[in-house]
Structure formats: structure tokens, C-alpha cells
């Protein structure tokens, strides 16, 4: 009787320390696993973030490469397209010189070449200022504004008065497109409106950038055909790519009125 | 049931040696040296099994014997796989030592219960070691997918499950009841474990 009570014990010993002994090593096995679980997976998850952030350098440079690329490309296009044949022009103008005589045709090619170098030089100093854009790079938006309405000012053509007020700085592209609008605007006001006087409001309110440019020009009887044309396309098309929308009032004598408006 | 367990028990090592059998050429050196140590307990149990239903007499001796070898090829097998192969051959050296003393003072025909229970203490001390190495290791490695994690779990569960049973061994010894049955549970388990770590090693190849 007493044998098979120790018999007992010993058993009931043996399998409480064999299960405690199992459950140890149970937990030891499933914390060093887990644990090693959850290194590994704050490892990958550090390395998805350096990941992303690479290639979010890798795209900024690409896209920075591209712009350039882009730039370049247009400057050799209109160098080409336009600086080129003007050139052509004044060497096919320079040749028939000599076969001519009479002073009324030599007074005429004179004047044409004149007239082609003065559109050259037009274009040199377009081509200069795509390039440059030299107060918009290094003072921002406001400044060339300001910039560019002294310049006129100082033509006494047109009196130009600009209100900027922006608080926000904005990315590149949004103020060189900005500026090249504008620059445009006062493109064909100076060729078509006839205007005295110019305001240019450029604001900003709500997360949107407002521009209202107007002037006192003779206006124009029917808006869509203007809008058709081509300075009009560009700046509709730079107006899309920053995803804003542009409005545009006029009637006959009563000058020109373009609101843009651009969220930021 | 005894006997469905010491059946399964017997058996069970001719899992982890069929996977052993389909690709033993592809192993590294380590899962050869595991391929053996898996050989040897099947032989030793076989062995056993066999010796004593012919005879009828003790197999302690086949129990002792087989314990030494494997003893042996476990501890070179934790030196292969550690940094600190040192620790291994020093444990395996406190074994031999005991093993020596116990074959001089008490025989082969008495079960050396002190011996296996130092002996499973220091394989868990091992099993600990390895957990350890990997811990620190800068490899990101999932550890379900190593084969020796799984070997490894096979030892630390098979030495944790028998070690009380080794420690009353000399309590036991002539009415083992159902004490038997942790042993045969801890190797069947033991062997399944090693046949995952060899089927992984196979997915792994």
C-alpha cells in the first residue's frame, strides 16, 4: 500500500515537473519567436520607409533633369524654328543686293532687312529672357512682377500699377508658369488693347491664388473669337497645368478684364 | 495504449529518415550529422526492442550505450550550428567525465538517470545558446523558415519532456506505468519536429 502511494507520488511528481518543465520551454520558443517576429517586421517597415524615400529623391531629380531637358529642347526648338530662318531671311536678303540698282529696290531690301534684324533681335532677347528669368529665380514672383511693370512704366507707353500679396511661397513651376501668364497678358494688351492703363492684382485667399489683370484697351466685341487665339491657347494651357481656371470680360470701349484663379 | 505509444514512438524517427532518404546528397554537413543522430536512435530502439524480446534480459546497456553516442553526435552537431563551439565540446566533456564515473562505479546494466538529466540540462542550455545567437545576428530571417529552428525546437521539447523522467529514473525503474509515455510522447514529437526542419531544409534547397 505504501509502495504504491510512493509510485504515485513519484508519477505525480514527474508529470507536474515534465509539464511545468514543457510549458517553460514553450513560452522561452514562442517569445523569442514573436519577439524576432516583430524585429523583423519594424526592420522591413524602417526599410520600406528609406525605400520611399529614395525614390521620392530618385523622382525629384528626375523630374528636375526633365524640366531642364524640356527647357533646353524649346530654346533649341525656337533657336532653330524662328532665330534660324530669320537668319536665313537676312542672308537671302543680303545676296540680292548686288543684282540690284535702282535705289527704290535697294531702299526696300534695306527695309526689310531691317525689318527682320529688329524681329531677331525680338526674338534673341525672348529666348535670353526664357532662359533668365533672373528676378523671378532669385526674388520671386512679386519682384519679377514688379520688375517687369517698371520696365514698362518706364516705356511711358502704359502706366502699370501691381498689387501682390502673397504669403505662401510658392513652388517653382507655379510662379515661372504665374509670371509667363502674365508676361502674355501684357503681350497682347501692348499689341492689341490699345490701353492707357494696366492693374495686375495678384492675391492670395483660401488656399487659391487670385490673379485679376485689366486694362482700360478698347476691349472686344466677341470674347470666344479672341480666346481662340493663339497667345490665348498658352495661357489657357499653363492655366490647366496648374489646375486653375481663368475668366475672361470684355466688351467693345470698355477695355479687358482676366481673372485666374489657382488653387495652391 | 502503452504499446500504441511505444510503437509510435519506435517508429516515428522513420519520418524525419524518409525525407533523409530523398535527399540526403543535397544536405550540408550538419543535417548529415542530424541524419545520424535520427539513424542511431531508430537503430537503438530497434535494437532494444528486439534484443529484449529475445532474450528477455535487461536492454539498459543497449539504453546506456546508445545514450553516449548520441550524446556525442548531438554536442558536435550544437558545435557546428554556434559561434561558441568551445561551450559545446565543454559540456560535452562534464558527460563524458560523468558517463566514465558511472560506468566504473555503478555499470552498464543501471540506467544512468543523473547522466541523462545533466545531459538534457546542458542540450537545453544549448538550445537557449542558439535562440540567443540568432537573436543577435543581423540577419533578417524569418525563423519558421530556417530548418534549424525546427530541429532545434525538436531538441529543447524531446530533453525539457524527459528530463524528470531521467532525474526518477531510479524511482520508477520497476513499475514505470505511464511515466513511459512522456519519453514516447517527447520523441514522437521530437521526430516530427526534425522532419520539418529536414523538409524545410529540402524547401530551402
Request: aromatic share 10%; hydrophobic share 45%.
Amino acid at each position: 500500500m505504501e509502495s504504491q502511494s510512493s509510485q504515485l507520488n513519484v508519477e505525480m511528481v514527474l508529470i507536474l515537473g515534465t509539464s511545468g518543465m514543457l510549458f517553460l520551454v514553450t513560452s522561452i520558443v514562442l517569445f523569442i519567436y514573436l519577439y524576432q517576429r516583430k524585429l523583423i517586421k519594424k526592420k522591413l517597415e524602417y526599410q520600406e520607409i528609406e525605400d520611399l524615400l529614395k525614390k521620392q529623391e530618385l523622382k525629384s531629380a528626375y523630374a528636375m533633369l526633365a524640366g531642364k531637358d524640356k527647357a533646353y529642347r524649346e530654346v533649341a526648338e525656337e533657336l532653330h524654328d524662328n532665330l534660324g530662318s530669320m537668319l536665313v531671311t537676312l542672308n537671302m536678303l543680303s545676296d540680292t543686293i548686288p543684282q540690284k540698282t535702282d535705289p527704290a529696290s535697294l531702299n526696300l531690301i534695306a527695309k526689310k532687312i531691317s525689318e527682320v534684324a529688329t524681329k531677331a533681335t525680338e526674338a534673341t532677347r525672348q529666348i535670353s529672357h526664357s532662359l533668365h528669368s533672373e528676378a523671378l529665380m532669385h526674388f520671386g514672383l512679386a519682384s519679377a512682377i514688379h520688375e517687369l511693370a517698371g520696365a514698362l512704366n518706364e516705356s511711358h507707353t502704359i502706366s502699370v500699377h501691381v498689387e501682390v500679396q502673397i504669403t505662401t511661397e510658392l513652388e517653382g513651376h507655379v510662379s515661372l508658369n504665374l509670371y509667363r501668364i502674365i508676361q502674355e497678358l501684357v503681350n497682347n494688351t501692348l499689341k492689341h488693347a490699345k490701353a492707357k492703363n494696366l492693374n495686375i492684382d495678384v492675391s492670395e485667399a483660401k488656399g487659391h491664388l487670385n490673379v485679376i489683370f485689366e486694362d482700360d484697351g478698347i476691349g472686344m466685341v466677341n470674347v470666344e473669337e479672341y480666346e481662340r487665339g493663339l497667345g490665348l491657347k498658352n495661357i489657357k494651357s499653363r492655366v490647366a497645368k496648374l489646375e486653375g481656371q481663368i475668366t475672361m470680360e470684355s466688351g467693345l470701349g470698355r477695355g479687358t478684364t482676366c481673372i485666374i484663379d489657382i488653387p495652391l | 495504449m502503452t504499446k500504441l505509444f511505444l510503437y509510435g514512438s519506435i517508429s516515428s524517427p522513420l519520418i524525419p529518415l524518409f525525407i533523409m532518404g530523398l535527399m540526403f546528397r543535397s544536405f550540408n554537413f550538419n543535417l548529415k550529422v542530424l541524419s545520424v543522430i535520427i539513424g542511431l536512435s531508430f537503430l537503438s530502439d530497434v535494437g532494444s526492442f528486439g534484443y529484449y524480446h529475445l532474450t528477455g534480459h535487461s536492454t539498459y546497456w543497449i539504453v546506456n550505450t546508445y545514450n553516449l553516442l548520441d550524446t556525442i553526435l548531438v554536442f558536435f552537431f550544437f558545435s557546428r550550428i554556434l559561434n561558441h563551439r568551445l561551450v559545446s565540446y565543454f559540456m560535452l566533456g562534464i558527460i563524458l567525465v560523468m558517463s566514465g564515473y558511472y560506468c566504473y562505479s555503478v555499470g552498464v546494466h543501471v540506467i544512468w538517470g543523473e547522466v541523462l538529466s545533466m545531459k538534457n540540462i546542458l542540450v537545453m542550455g544549448l538550445c537557449v545558446l542558439y535562440f540567443l545567437q540568432v537573436f543577435q545576428s543581423d540577419t533578417e530571417i524569418f525563423l519558421e523558415n530556417t530548418p534549424l529552428f525546427w530541429i532545434v525546437i525538436g531538441f529543447i521539447f524531446y530533453t525539457a519532456g524527459s528530463f524528470f523522467l531521467w532525474l526518477m529514473s531510479s524511482e520508477i525503474v520497476n513499475n514505470p506505468k505511464y511515466s513511459m509515455l512522456i519519453v514516447h510522447l517527447g520523441n514522437i514529437l521530437k521526430n516530427i519536429l526534425f522532419a520539418l526542419g529536414l523538409w524545410k531544409a529540402r524547401v530551402v534547397n
